[in-house]
């Protein structure tokens, strides 16, 4: 079975640092390296945004504009894992963060980190 | 960016009854290897995304089969038989032809 687990959320004050992590696991048909991987954002009762995307052999990532300059996604195919370092923080980034996995779309999500940016 | 529209934002439904989730692109989701990468999630309450339905149509495994999907090109149909309680929650589309992966805003499902 696929599994997505993240960790590293938490509170952080504005302008504060945060490093998320997504373990992989189970991958059956493929290994964790020829996929490409995303991070997805929830803010509290709002619809899903993507924030950023990575190849599956790392060279090629994007982000969001409103996270551009800010984040960095990264991955470790050696111990199947996944990164965003987010930099920087503000408010409006509290959210509940989704790695997820693609397969001509997003197919597994993991159950997400919240990330809480508070005074 | 491919945006993604669905509506209604809001669905209530009695229990039993179908139900009929629209989803519109602003570009073709057709690939250039004729496949068409338009997929359905539902997000129960305090869960995450779970993907009903890969390439408009095909149900992923243990999907009811009330579930159905339909469409082509820039105009797609998610619909539910006859509703159950278990399928409260929020459905999204979403589109995996085009870089980045884009949403559409949701669609509330709830019970009358």
């Known amino acids: 079975e696929v599994q997505l687990v993240e960790s590293g959320g938490g509170l952080v004050q504005p302008g504060g640092s945060l490093r998320l992590s997504c373990a992989a696991s189970?991958?059956?048909?493929?290994?964790?390296?020829?996929?490409?991987l995303l991070w997805v954002r929830q803010a509290p009762g709002k619809g899903l945004v993507w924030v950023s995307y990575i190849s599956s052999d790392g060279t090629t990532t994007n982000y969001a504009d409103s996270v551009k300059g800010r984040f960095t996604i990264s991955r470790d195919n050696a111990k199947n894992t996944l990164f965003l370092q987010m930099n920087s923080l503000r408010a409006d980034d509290t959210a509940v963060y989704y790695c997820v996995r693609d397969a001509w779309g997003p197919d597994y999500w993991g159950q997400g980190t919240l990330v809480t940016v508070s005074p | 960016d491919v945006v993604m529209t669905q509506s209604p934002l809001s669905l209530p439904v009695t229990l039993g009854q179908p139900a009929s989730i629209s989803c519109r692109s602003s570009q073709s989701l057709v690939y250039s290897d004729g496949n068409t990468y338009l997929n359905w999630f539902q997000q129960r309450p305090g869960q995450s995304p779970r993907r009903l339905i890969y390439k408009v149509s095909n149900r992923d495994s243990g999907v009811p089969d009330r579930f159905s999907g339909s469409g082509s090109g820039t105009d797609f149909t998610l619909k539910i038989s006859r509703v159950e309680a278990e399928d409260v929650g929020i459905y999204y589309c979403?589109?995996?032809?085009?870089?980045?992966?884009?949403f559409g805003q949701g669609t509330k499902v709830e019970i009358k």
């Open positions: 979403m589109q995996g032809t085009h870089w980045p992966r884009t």
């Open positions: 189970g991958f059956t048909e493929y290994t964790f390296s020829d996929y490409w």
